[in-house]
């Protein structure tokens, strides 16, 4: 099912089967989580890189809210419901290895808890890390 | 220093003071490693994400060919020596917590080792992943 969003982009919700059948493809880690690129779907803009354990991933994929687990709370964290900055789902993809996710995503306001539109905003520079 | 790439885009070659400054900026994990993604610089396009050790990191900084460590065979990888599909460093970032990179690099054909241009060409769809 897909559900309108605000700027003509389709959010993606997948049926539990189909989240369920994406999952089995992920290879998670030794602490159950795999590493989860987040990228604006128009701009291209790599905003945040987070982690999932299963459960996250699938909540993710049947609710069309983006959800993570957070390893400082040891706990599922849906983004967004705190700040109000969301993320919603337009396309979820996994690698090669199936070790890595990279989801392509409608961020409102801010990605990064700092404030800052992307979680990178240092640049390796002559005198260190800089500023963009 | 700056040295020319066939493309008009120069590649990034860091100190090594610049570069040591840059490391350590970086939290690496309980291993020595951080999950760096690779992007190309001008399409926007994520092509794959492996890990670095502060020794690969400094290489990549000060030599403007992407060096990761592999996990898998414990060895240091400068990328492209095998197979021919270097990468050349254009931007290094680093994010809000410390414990991502973020490099924009020039990927010479595929990235992926199954030849694909990048390592995510499968999505999530209702029958499970599926190709691009």
Known sequence: ??????????????????AV???DAVAFDSHGLVPVV???????EVLMLAWMNREALIA??????VTYWSRSRQAMWRKG??????????????????????????QTG???HTGARSCFYRRAGEAGPEPL
Do not use: P, W, Y
């Open 60 to 65: 993710t994929l049947t609710g069309g809210r």
């Open 110 to 112: 801010a990605a990064c």
């Open 38 to 44: 987040a990228q604006q779907h128009d701009s291209g």
């Open 21 to 23: 059948a994406f999952a």
């Open 1 to 18: 099912m897909n559900v309108h969003m605000s700027n003509e982009v389709d959010a993606l919700r997948l049926s539990e089967t189909a």
């Open 81 to 106: 419901d705190t700040s109000g900055h969301i993320q919603e789902l337009v396309e979820a993809r996994v690698d090669c290895d199936g070790d890595t996710l990279l989801l392509l995503i409608r």
